[in-house]
């Protein structure tokens, strides 16, 4: 059998309760598996690639504590969502890409179920990224205890990752609240999720000091990844940068590239625009991270919904498809002029997904050299964290930028 290595990284964020509110800046302000995977009737019979045999995969489960206290760090999370796929996308190993897929959870929060442990999975893994916004945008804090190993036992069991050693799995969990609250022990939880080969790395919202003694170091030990500390009153720092102006109006190109179809189509096209809405009242900056993110095929990916990216990964689709269900702009087309029509959006979204590429990269070293200008390049937050162990964990299972 072909020996495929895929990259499965769980990114679990438990955001810590009480007085860890991360401050955003300049910030202004249900289980959805079958909206994001669920095929609608008329594709259902369409067999898509089955990823594990096609792709490199990269999964990202983002577990937030919603008790109270926690909007400074939903909206932390909101501010570098983008960041954080934007570092995911640079990754390759042996020169290729893998795909993205990404969960959101909640925790902790007294309106969830206490048979739950307080636990909810808001979204499964899926590629639509703009759901995974649109659910982070839309969380609330309420009350509530956290239980982080609740959480790990949960989130090793209830998500379905690569199985074998080939695979590369991260968990990150992060909080203030002691690390062995729960009838769950940290210990145990782990453990088992180290039989998965999944690293466990560990960010205390406060003191380094506290964070060992409140035993979050000892779950990263146990869990062989990182141990860091985070000021959580440290506020996001947005750099304006001349290629911004131009990368904006490039995701306003990309965005007419997409072509709904099927009953999900038109609401998941408006909800495009809305997400682009939502990064924008974080800042101007953190739009064009968004950008960044929508034109990486690998991460950003629409099947359920746009004909585009559905033909590029079921090339049989426009012939089972019928016609009534295809964006109105083809209803009527043959079947040839449909084809034609497809893959000249497909080659225009090529082009600006290319241009963006090369302006990110330049975005990116205006970005770096200003902080280090500024002395902000060593700044400790929710993102700085979780990149630089990206980088470096990635690196010792040879995946590189």
């Known amino acids: 059998m072909k020996t495929l290595f895929s990259l499965s990284w769980i990114l679990i964020l438990a955001f810590g309760s009480m007085n860890c509110g991360l401050n955003a800046g300049t910030s202004k302000g249900e289980n959805s598996e079958a909206q994001a995977n669920v095929l609608t009737p008329l594709t259902a019979s369409a067999t898509l690639p089955n990823p594990s045999e096609s792709s490199k ?10 008790s109270n206290s926690m909007d400074g760090l939903i909206e932390q999370a909101k501010s570098r969502l983008w960041n954080i796929v934007n570092t995911l996308t640079t990754l390759k190993y042996n ?19 206490e048979n739950s442990g307080y636990i909810r999975q808001v979204t499964t893994l899926t590629q639509d990224l703009d759901l995974i916004s649109e659910k982070l945008f839309a969380l609330r ?48 939880a782990i453990s088992d999720a180290r ?19 409140t035993h979050w170091k000892s779950g990263a030990e146990i869990g062989e990844g990182k141990y860091f500390n985070i000021n959580p009153d440290n506020k996001v720092r947005y750099i304006e940068t001349p290629y911004d102006a131009r990368i904006d109006e490039l995701n306003m190109d990309l965005n007419n590239t997409y072509y709904g179809y099927g009953a999900l189509g038109n609401a998941k096209k408006e909800n495009q625009l809305l997400q682009d809405t939502n990064a924008s009242s ?10 960044i993110s ?3 095929a690998n991460a950003y990916s629409n099947e359920t919904w746009d004909v585009v990216d559905r033909v590029r990964k079921d090339n049989e689709f426009l012939r089972q498809a019928a016609d009534s269900e295809l964006p109105e702009e083809m209803q009527g087309m043959t079947l040839e002029e449909k084809e034609a029509f497809v893959a000249e959006k497909a080659k225009e979204r090529k082009a600006i997904q290319k241009e963006m590429e090369a302006l990110a990269g330049k975005r990116q070293k205006y970005i770096d050299k200003a902080m280090k200008a500024s002395g902000d390049a060593a700044v400790d937050d929710l993102g700085k964290a979780i990149e630089t162990s990206i980088v470096e964990l990635g690196a010792l299972n040879g995946f590189r930028k």
């Open 57 to 66: 995969n990269i999964q990202v489960a983002l577990l937030l504590d919603t």
């Open 294 to 296: 929508k034109s990486k």
């Open 141 to 188: 804090t309420n009350g509530g205890n956290e239980y982080c190993g609740a959480v790990i036992s949960e989130a090793n069991q209830a998500l379905k990752w690569e199985d074998g050693s080939a695979s590369m799995k991260l968990m990150y969990i992060a909080g203030n609240e002691p690390f062995d609250q729960g009838s769950t022990h940290y210990k145990e």
């Open 95 to 113: 020169g290729k890409s893998p795909e993205i897929s990404i969960s959101l959870y909640e925790y902790g929060n007294d309106g969830l179920s």
């Open 282 to 291: 974080i800042s101007e900056s953190n739009k064009v991270n968004r950008a």
């Open 195 to 213: 039989k998965k080969d999944i690293y466990i790395n560990t960010i205390f919202c406060g003191l380094r000091d506290e964070g060992v003694r």
